[in-house]
């Protein structure tokens, strides 16, 4: 293989990713169900990986599959991060998964040419299909996770619309519950208070002990005989 050759074979990946991006993220947005289309990207990349790695297949094959692998991982993934941060925060979120990602392309690639020149491209395969086991298990533990909190995240859009309308009912019944709680507490401390309470409430704020004879149900003196 010419070195012309190999270059047009890396850029596959990104040529078919900006190519099937738009369309697997409009499938994606009807659909919904990210984290299962987040395991069917790293899985594709995993199989992509193993036929570079262990078997003679043209490597156009395998390129191909991991620029779809790709655009799938990017149209599901990021958009998870909206439903899980507050809109407020939004930014601040996507600034720190991009800082997130920056380094550890930056990382991997001192790792991955460290490996290249040490052990050859074999190695380098089996350290990335490593990674991308890892990655598979921290998926799948976010979706066992999300669906025992009976969370939003692998839902179709309108499950997930559905959900969002009863968290917003179930928190404006606590709202309510609390203004009511409130009122209640006000008009309590609008009611007239006795003699006797105002002159012990002016004792207790000046530090004065109450008598040892002081009656609280009879909020009075009770003396004993």
Same mark, same amino acid.
């Given at each position: 293989?010419?070195?012309?050759?190999?270059?047009? $074979?890396? %850029? /596959?990946? &990104?040529? $078919?990713?900006?190519?099937? %991006?738009?369309?697997?993220?409009?499938?994606?947005?009807?659909?919904?169900?990210?984290?299962?289309?987040?395991?069917?990207?790293?899985?594709?990349?995993?199989?992509?990986?193993? #036929?570079?790695? =262990?078997?003679?297949?043209?490597? !156009?094959?395998?390129?191909?599959?991991?620029?779809?692998? !790709? @655009?799938?991982?990017?149209?599901?993934?990021?958009?998870?991060?909206?439903?899980?941060?507050?809109?407020?925060?939004?930014?601040?979120?996507?600034?720190?998964?991009? @800082?997130?990602?920056?380094?550890?392309?930056?990382?991997?690639?001192?790792?991955?040419?460290?490996?290249?020149?040490?052990?050859? &491209?074999?190695?380098?395969?089996?350290?990335?299909?490593?990674?991308?086991?890892?990655?598979?298990?921290?998926?799948?533990? #976010?979706?066992?996770?999300?669906?025992?909190?009976?969370?939003?995240?692998?839902?179709?859009?309108?499950?997930? /619309?559905?959900?969002?309308?009863?968290?917003?009912?179930?928190?404006?019944?606590?709202?309510?519950? /609390?203004?009511? @709680?409130?009122?209640?507490?006000?008009?309590?401390? =609008?009611?007239?208070? %006795?003699?006797?309470?105002?002159?012990?409430? !002016?004792? %207790?704020? $000046?530090?004065?002990?109450?008598?040892?004879?002081?009656?609280?149900?009879?909020?009075?003196?009770?003396? /004993?005989?």
């Amino acid at each position: 293989m010419t070195n012309q050759e190999a270059n047009n $074979i890396n %850029s /596959l990946v &990104y040529l $078919i990713s900006g190519i099937a %991006s738009p369309v697997l993220g409009l499938v994606i947005d009807k659909v919904g169900k990210n984290i299962s289309w987040i395991i069917l990207a790293i899985s594709a990349t995993i199989c992509s990986h193993s #036929l570079l790695a =262990f078997t003679t297949v043209t490597p !156009y094959v395998a390129m191909v599959s991991m620029g779809l692998a !790709y @655009a799938c991982l990017a149209s599901s993934l990021w958009p998870l991060v909206s439903l899980i941060i507050p809109e407020y925060q939004l930014g601040t979120a996507y600034g720190v998964c991009q @800082a997130v990602q920056n380094l550890g392309l930056a990382v991997f690639t001192i790792v991955a040419g460290d490996i290249v020149e040490k052990y050859g &491209y074999t190695w380098l395969e089996i350290f990335f299909l490593s990674s991308l086991t890892v990655a598979l298990v921290a998926t799948f533990v #976010l979706w066992f996770t999300d669906t025992w909190q009976r969370g939003m995240l692998n839902m179709t859009p309108g499950s997930r /619309l559905l959900h969002q309308e009863a968290l917003r009912s179930a928190e404006e019944e606590e709202n309510q519950k /609390l203004l009511a @709680a409130e009122a209640g507490t006000s008009n309590d401390g =609008f009611q007239p208070s %006795s003699d006797f309470e105002i002159r012990n409430r !002016y004792l %207790s704020r $000046i530090g004065a002990p109450l008598p040892d004879h002081y009656c609280i149900q009879k909020k009075g003196l009770t003396y /004993l005989r």
